[in-house]
């Protein structure tokens, strides 16, 4: 697929699995080694070309299906500090890390806290273009801790033909309440909406907007039949990320969630990397 022919893609479960090429980009030992050198000394030089290779792919699978995949781009066994840099570095040319908090914190390593990785964690949009996962650490096991993504103009284009009452009401504006979190504390948006250049879009976080005012029931059924929806075998898409795996999500087309897990004692933690980006405009 060439540049001429990029296309924003409303994909479903199944062209994931058979297309994985245009998503997901494998490393080798040898392009991780160039890359790690070069970001390390926060210069390009000999690895260049991975860098090139990199920032292609990536460009290329966040206009067509709204994320990228890059399998081993770090070397987890290294420094939580030495990634951060490195990988802060790499994706510079991608935008600009902002703060995902209110304590203005650039960065934070995801691990279970009180139990709370016991429960699964529904479909949203994070508050920024782009989500970035470094996966450190997974949860032990086979089963448990996959990250969950479902195409917004996929979901768009069900609702549509099964319950167009329905996203009439999604297309209205609505009420995320986000008091102390950081950047804007209310948001009123649409849930889908069709940008200028016709692409479908999205903005959720099923329980911000559920706490944020009073709903008619109309209202409230329409959550409850965007959720129906993003809970289709279909739609949901699970991918495990392995140590040292990339996932970067554009925020306005995917929504993203995660299953449950439980660390096993004895085992190593669950741990994710986070950070939030705004695309260099």
Known sequence: MTENTLRDIAWNSDYLDTRREVWSLPFTGEDRRLLWDDAVAEKWGTGDPVREKLGSFLGNSLKTVGFAHVSGLMDPS????????????????????????????????????????????????????????????????????????????????????????????????????????????????????????????????????????????????????????LYRPEIAFGMRLGAGDLLVIRNSRVMHGRSAYVDTPGAPSRRMLRIWMDETR
Not at 184 to 203: A, E, N, R, S, W
């Open 78 to 229: 290294a420094p939580d500090e030495s990634i951060v840099s490195a990988l802060s570095f790499t994706l510079r040319e991608l935008g600009e890390i902002i703060p995902q908090n209110a304590a203005g914190d650039l960065t934070q390593v995801l691990r279970d806290r009180d139990g709370d990785g016991n429960t699964e964690l529904g479909f949203h949009c994070d508050t920024c273009d782009l989500l970035v996962l470094l996966c450190l650490q997974p949860a032990a096991g086979s089963e448990g801790g996959n990250t969950k993504l479902a195409s917004a103009g996929h979901v768009h284009d069900i609702i549509e033909r099964e319950r167009p009452d329905v996203l009439a009401l999604l297309k209205e504006e609505w009420t995320f309440d986000r008091s102390g979190r950081a950047g804007q504390q209310h948001i009123v948006t649409p849930i889908l909406f069709t940008q200028d250049d016709g692409k479908i879009c999205c903005y959720y976080q099923t329980r911000t907007v559920r706490a944020s005012a009073e709903l008619s029931p109309a209202r409230r059924e329409a959550l409850d039949c965007l959720d129906e929806v």
